[in-house]
């Protein structure tokens, strides 16, 4: 059979079986990207290092002779869960799906997004799911490319993200080549990520891959939302289908997440209307314009206080009730509600650590506290990323704060009374004028140094925000300790900011932005992203991947030229010992040679600006990178900050 026939009749295979279900919605496009060499048409690879798994007979059957893949079923299954990128490192444990994701469905739906590093696949992937609320899919090389995803992966569970991570496996011993198969599989892969994902499976049959495939999607995008896995065995995926005719994909159900108890949000209402000092404290809610409108709206009919932490963007930054930057307001709380805060006792209680660990509560005794989220509905036992344990809870609903909102405001609504309104319009006024100082001291503060070199954070953003301000943008990362945008800018839609990592894993950044200025690719939007120059030290290949795939993101490096949270620990040890600072630039500062990081970035085929000391020539520089940007590529500006 000539090579172009056999390509015919396997694509069309999979058209004329009879599945039913979403399989009906899956038609296989045509095959646009070139074919890969077959095994017949390959030369000989030279025998490799010893880990490679070469083949050392001949194949028994000519290998053309083969229609149809597990590997077509299962891209199948994806396009009838509209999973549009798959995000990869390229590995032979997944050569089965690989090769069909491109010859049978055409590389799109899902399309494959080529990364150097697993970490970036699953952060691009973390990045996109907050923007698109939707999971997108990654795979990974055996136990090794799982072992890279990891941290990301970890970073994932603790923002509360839907990831569909994938492996290759190869699960009968008899069945694996000598080398690398051995060495990169595993009786159980899923072992070393199941404290950190929502669950996972190893399929043994096409039905099982389908079922599996369609559950992990649904528990993944139920709230509390987490990365799932699935470890795929190759034989699976390489293999002919053998039952056709008996394979279906299950639909995906419609799936409603959890309100909290009628009675509890109720009760809650109650409270609220009743307090004086009513403070709200959110962090993960809000995923959609509605979410936000609600949100809005709860505050506003109490004109009570709204502290964002900022892991979602939860409330309009210039909201007069937004009191984000004044914690202070916690002590003088009677009642504070914490709306899907992962870690509660830090919202609460004010830690020390640089003389000797101590702590005390920042609210005030006799005040009364009640969470709304999912933290308790989802936690496991190893990681500790639930925080510590909170005293004093009145009253712990479980159940999805977004979802429940509109029944907690109708219920408020009902038990406001014209007295109580009028209250509350005074208690919002005061609260207004106190935010309105807040801004004047910080637009004051940001003011510092305007015309230093190195350049102040503050002047860095502003020059950003004065460029992108008047266009659709979406903020999508910044370093830790920078809050500018939060405190100047006019954040006010839902992707006007996107959150951090979740878990303080460094490495986040760079490819998380590169993954949420894909999704904002389709929308027109204009994304942009600081990052530190340590972070990006982690993972600098992502720009290859953004330059690849013409993602546009304006990325700045804020670059002080250190890891400087640490910087700042060590100095405070070494004060702490009574021996100096002088010592303290060891395994902390990145100089020496200093990184140039538009250099870097050309090299990798992005557009590169810097590295830019004097603050005058920020803004041409920012110029020039969004031209570029505007044109569809990514950017990156090099700006020498100090510290702050
Ligand atoms: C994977 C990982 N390694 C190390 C750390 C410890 N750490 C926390 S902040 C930080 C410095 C990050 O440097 P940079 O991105 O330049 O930000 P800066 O502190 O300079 O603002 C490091 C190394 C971490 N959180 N995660
Ligand atoms: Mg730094």
Known sequence: ???????????????????????????????????????????????????AAVETMPPVKDPVSQQTSGGDFMVDVMKSLDIEYLSMNCASSFRGLHEAVLNHGGNKKPEILTCPHEEIAVHMAQGYAKIENKPMAMICHGVVGLQHATMAMYNAWCDRVPVIVMGGNIIEANKRGPGAEWVHAAIDPGAIVRDFVKWDDQPTSLQHFAESAVRAYKVAMTPPMAP???????????????????????????????????????????MLVAAENPVIIVDRVVRSPQGLANMVELAETLQCAVLDNGGRMNFPSRHPLNQSYRRGIIGQADVIVAMEVNELWGSLNAFSDRIVRTSRPSYRKGAKIVTLGGRDLLLKSNYQDFGRYQDNVELAIAGDAETSLPFLIEQVKKLIDPARKSAYEARGKKLAAARTAMVEQAKSDATIGWDASPITVARMCAEVYAQIKDEDWSLVGTTIRLSWPQKLWDQKKTYHWNGGSGGAGIGYNLPASIGAALANKKHGRLTVAFGGDGDFMFVPSALWTAAHHKIPLLYVIQNNRAYHQEYMYLQAMAARHGRGISNTEVGITITNPNVDYATVARGFGVHGEGPITDPNDLAPALKRALAAVKSGQPALVDVVTDPR
């Open 228 to 270: 799932v896995m699935l470890s795929l065995d190759a034989e699976l995926q390489e293999n002919p289908i053998a039952d056709a005719e008996s394979l279906r994909i299950p639909k995906l159900s419609r799936f409603n997440p959890p309100q909290g108890d009628a009675g509890a949000l109720t009760e809650l209402a109650r």
């Open 1 to 51: 059979m000539s090579k172009s026939k056999t390509d015919v009749g396997r694509r069309n295979f999979l058209k004329c079986a009879t599945f039913a279900g979403a399989a009906a919605l899956a038609t296989p496009a045509a095959a646009k990207v070139s074919a890969p060499e077959t095994r017949a048409s390959m030369k000989a690879a030279p025998p490799g290092p010893q880990l």
